[in-house]
């Protein structure tokens, strides 16, 4: 590996709390949820609870860039770091934790005493997470940017977090999904993306909110697992833009990309679960051009 003269200066310190849903006051939401029966969706509290930096190292030829994350999930949390520097198009989703080892509860002690069958504030056991890659003196951007990801996998992959990456690739996405994730007894299994399960609703004119909505709910159905939306600052236009958009047997993930790109505009996603109430949320982003 070429070294690089350690002149470095921080380029991005300190992102924005994200990607953990916090249960911790909500308990009696759920508890209604629960009685009804009644799935709703949620504005996720999005939590990183450390921080995330990108060092740039001069070298003699072009900079060495670090990342470094610390997170309950840090390959969300490096991906959101490149997506918002680089503008590039990376989606990233959860695996379905179940192994216990795997995570931390961090249910409120007295809510755990008062309701012992209750919900848990269950978050995965990640940490602290670093590459080290090339960036182009002509872009600015990763010279490599599915070489970098990969060695983002490869990264998380030696240190024993829970999961494992890989990467998907279509015309305008890098999609970061699950590949294994430990079983209830420890063992590594294959587990694959539920973005790839068919889903199918008739094509009409919504509003592209609607039909993110029917596309979430059509895969509630489908996965029997339940999925919310979480469309953030962007709301109003989703609601304001009209779409036309159908689904016969077609993979759930082919179906939104097309909804997002019907915008003019450039989106990326999310899709967090959370192993307590065992619920996929999709957070949906713009990608800023850069």
């Given amino acids: 590996m070429t070294e690089f003269p350690r002149i470095c200066s921080v380029n991005s310190i300190q992102i924005e709390k994200t990607m953990r849903v916090d249960w911790r006051h909500r308990y009696s939401r759920f508890r209604v949820i629960h009685l009804l029966a009644i799935f709703l969706s949620f504005t996720v509290a999005l939590n990183i609870k450390n921080t995330a930096m990108i060092v740039v190292c001069q070298g003699q030829d072009q900079p060495a860039v670090k990342l470094s994350?610390?997170?309950?999930?840090?390959?969300?949390?490096?991906?959101?770091?490149?997506?918002?520097?680089?503008?590039?198009?990376?989606?990233?989703?959860?695996?379905?934790?179940?192994?216990?080892?795997?995570?931390?509860?961090?249910?409120?002690?007295?809510?755990?005493?008062?309701?012992?069958?209750?919900?848990?504030?269950?978050?995965?056991?990640?940490?602290?997470?670093e590459i080290s890659y090339a960036v182009s003196p002509v872009t600015g951007k990763p010279e490599n940017p599915r070489a970098t990801l990969q060695m983002l996998l490869d990264a998380h992959a030696s240190t024993g977090y829970p999961g494992r990456f890989r990467i998907k690739l279509d015309s305008q996405y890098f999609h970061i999904i699950p590949a294994k994730i430990k079983n209830g007894s420890g063992e590594w299994v294959d587990q694959g993306s539920i973005l790839d399960i068919p889903?199918?609703?008739?094509?009409?004119?919504?509003?592209?909110?609607?039909?993110?909505?029917?596309?979430?709910?059509?895969?509630?159905?489908?996965?029997?697992?339940?999925?919310?939306?979480?469309?953030?600052?962007?709301?109003?236009?989703?609601?304001?833009?009209?779409?036309t958009q159908g689904a016969s047997g077609e993979p759930a993930r082919d179906i939104l990309v097309r909804a997002l790109e019907s915008t003019g505009r450039r989106f990326s996603w999310s899709l967090l679960y959370d192993p307590g109430v065992k619920w996929f949320f999709l957070n949906v982003q713009s990608v800023a051009d850069r």
């Fill in 69 to 129: 994350v610390d997170d309950p999930r840090p390959v969300a949390a490096a991906v959101k770091l490149l997506r918002d520097k680089y503008g590039l198009a990376i989606t990233y989703e959860d695996p379905r934790f179940v192994y216990e080892s795997d995570l931390v509860d961090e249910t409120d002690p007295k809510y755990r005493q008062a309701h012992p069958g209750g919900v848990r504030a269950l978050t995965p056991k990640g940490g602290r997470l």
């Fill in 199 to 243: 889903i199918t609703f008739p094509k009409q004119e919504r509003s592209v909110y609607i039909t993110l909505k029917t596309i979430t709910e059509a895969l509630s159905q489908a996965t029997q697992t339940k999925v919310g939306l979480n469309t953030g600052p962007v709301v109003n236009l989703f609601i304001n833009t009209l779409t």
